[in-house]
């Protein structure tokens, strides 16, 4: 399936009148978009727009991956936020709303939120995916029905989605799934192999793989499901080291953390990404960054769950590529991951200045991207994949940006309110911060999420 609106047949001009170019700001910057939806050529020292071109104000940047998604997650959003508890009891309440998901009412709801995502200038997002059979396991009659629903609600709303299809088998170490987690297992490694083969990569969808943790999978099937990504040279993600209880229950079982048994079991690797990588040993931070694992960090729901500050400067000294993700969605705004990353950092060491907002945005752009497979998105440069996005700069909350300083703008004042336009292989997805697929996302969310509440 292509993405809905975006057969290009003519070569396009934008008129950027700021754009970040990875290292730096340029005022007035001609993009040329060729039909098959790549940059063409970008030529600086254009101060006024060229004849035809479209006229995008404000500061265009590469558009945003969201590299960790539960699209279902964002019906609990406010709902979770009464009283106390922890990650454990904000599950129970996640369980419930799984058991409502059918693969109509999850493309709806899924449709809906990767339409807020391109609201906030996300044009990729990696879908973490685990809910794959009707409640108490029964596969449907097309086994990945619930995955193609998301790669359907993807095109649907203009993105391009990394489909990471998880495996999710056990409820813990040694114990068999729970009756809600029945419909995430396929029962072993090789099974979960077999239906995921069925799916097929198009035009805006990739297919992946997940680990959902150590504790879903048990040790003597992780191979299983390295060794697919490996076979289909398909990006692999886990989440990994997110609770202390996960590190407790693993030393208990196997004698070792989490990260050690993933490398023993060659899990890890440049085309594998750890999600969270949050209570790390200094010897799991050594072999995250010496097999050049990456890292998703998910500052706004790590602080939502209270699970703690991971240790991402360490795993990018060590070697470990950084990207972000809004993953159980309290907030779809990657520039708010980025800031937070650093506000976070700032709060632990009480210094500043852990990363550049140039640094931060390539984690927002670029190399969240290149963890989704897609290492030809998140730069504006001739050959990449014409994805971009719009920040106004004229804004309650960046009027009197200086425009050189944009990359500071962007991470530490704007917001995804100040997005403007979100460009998708050359075409318009959202356009004067309006939705072009899509009319009106917050009826469409209300009623996608009221459908799973009744």
Known sequence: ???????????????????????????????????????????????????????LRGLTIPGLANAHSHAFHRALRSTVQ???????????????VAQNLTPDSYFALARAVYAEMALAGITDVGEFHYVHHAPGGAAYADPNAMGEA???AAAAAGIRITLLDTAYLSAGFGEPPNPHQLRFSDGTAEA???????????????????????????????????????????????????????????????????????????????????VHNTHLTDADIALLGGTTTSTCMCPTTERDLADGIGPAVRLQQAGSPLSLGSDSHAVIDLFEEARAMELNERLRSRTRGHWTANALLTAATADGHAALGRPDAGRLEPGALADFTTVALDSVRTAGAVPRLGAET?????????????????????????????????????????????
């Open 192 to 274: 979960w192999a077999q239906r995921v083969s069925d799916l097929k990569p198009r035009e805006h969808a990739l297919v992946g793989a997940a680990i959902h943790s150590v504790r879903a999978v048990p040790a003597d099937q992780l191979a299983t499901v390295a060794r697919w990504a490996e076979e289909h040279q398909a990006p692999l993600h886990v989440h990994l080291s997110e609770q202390t209880a996960e590190n407790e229950a693993c030393q208990a079982a196997h004698g070792r953390t989490p990260t050690q048994l993933l490398a023993d079991h060659g899990v890890l690797g440049p085309r594998t990404t750890g």
């Open 1 to 55: 399936m292509q993405l809905k609106g975006h057969a290009v047949t003519a070569h396009k001009t934008y008129w950027l009148e700021h754009a970040w170019l990875g290292t730096h700001v340029e005022p007035g910057v001609a993009l040329e978009v060729s039909p098959d939806g790549r940059i063409a050529a970008v030529r600086t020292g254009a101060p006024t727009p060229p004849p035809g071109a479209e006229v």
């Open 82 to 96: 009464v009283g106390s508890g922890t990650f454990w009891t904000w599950r129970d309440f996640m369980y419930k």
């Open 150 to 152: 998301l790669i359907e």
């Open 410 to 454: 962007a991470v530490f004042a704007a917001t995804a309110a100040d997005v403007r336009h979100t460009v998708v292989g050359g075409r318009h997805v959202v356009r004067d911060g309006h939705h072009t697929l899509v009319p009106d996302v917050p009826s469409a969310l209300a009623s996608a999420i009221a459908a799973l509440r009744s």
